[in-house]
T-cell receptor
Framework: QKEVEQDPGPLSVPEGAIVSLNCTYSNSAFQYFMWYRQYSRKGPELLMYTYSSGNKEDGRFTAQVDKSSKYISLFIRDSQPSDSATYLCAMSARSSASKIIFGSGTRLSIRP | DSGVTQTPKHLITATGQRVTLRCSPRSGDLSVYWYQQSLDQGLQFLIQYYNGEERAKGNILERFSAQQFPDLHSELNLSSLELGDSALYFC????????????????FGEGSRLTVL
């Protein structure tokens, strides 16, 4: 079983919909949680970063962490075609990039 | 544009061959990380260099090696290539020695797509 599980999708929703992307994990020591967005033929770029539990909002994006359930979510409000990409969750127990474990990514497509 | 430059973008080679992938980090970033991304394994950390010194090692095969030069660019050498080495190889950089979680963002290049036939 992988330390970080992520539904690969693809997920297709109409423009304007609320999108929910999720990851589960097994290591209770994880306390740094990230979401990366990867456009086709590009490298991942950091979208959201959260330390420990709780919510974090940035514009149309909200990241949620539920450590008791070992579950993290990324919500996208008012989704746009430009949000079409692969979204990778990532997490680590220590503040060190070499310790980050990435999910396999969810492919998201927003239909105009 | 993340500021991280990787060459070549695409590479096709045969089994048993050796290739070198090159990465120039963002200006001012001292840490360079190499990752392998494949469909079945996702994004896997290979190795990190900080200011010319190896800092951390992940799931890097013995057939693979890397180095960081005084001008901070890095090279990943892949030898005795096998079909299973076909993947996207990403380089990332950060300013801090432990960047990427609480200590600074990781900036990824666009990757080098390696196909081994």
């Amino acid at each position: 079983q992988k330390e970080v599980e992520q539904d690969p999708g693809p997920l297709s929703v109409p423009e304007g919909a609320i999108v929910s992307l999720n990851c589960t994990y097994s290591n209770s020591a994880f306390q740094y949680f990230m979401w990366y967005r990867q456009y086709s033929r590009k490298g991942p770029e950091l979208l959201m970063y959260t330390y420990s539990s709780g919510n974090k909002e940035d514009g149309r994006f909200t990241a949620q962490v539920d450590k008791s359930s070992k579950y993290i979510s990324l919500f996208i409000r008012d989704s746009q075609p430009s949000d079409s990409a692969t979204y990778l969750c990532a997490m680590s127990a220590r503040s060190s990039a070499s310790k980050i474990i990435f999910g396999s990514g969810t492919r998201l497509s927003i239909r105009p | 544009d993340s500021g991280v430059t990787q060459t070549p973008k695409h590479l096709i080679t045969a089994t048993g061959q050796r290739v070198t992938l090159r990465c120039s980090p963002r200006s001012g970033d001292l840490s360079v990380y190499w990752y392998q991304q494949s469909l079945d394994q996702g994004l896997q950390f290979l190795i990190q260099y900080y200011n010319g010194e190896e800092r951390a090692k992940g799931n890097i095969l013995e057939r693979f090696s890397a180095q960081q030069f005084p001008d901070l660019h890095s090279e990943l050498n892949l030898s005795s290539l096998e079909l299973g080495d076909s993947a996207l190889y990403f380089c990332a950089s950060s300013v801090a020695v432990s960047g990427g979680s609480g200590d600074g963002e990781l900036f990824f290049g666009e990757g080098s797509r390696l196909t081994v036939l």
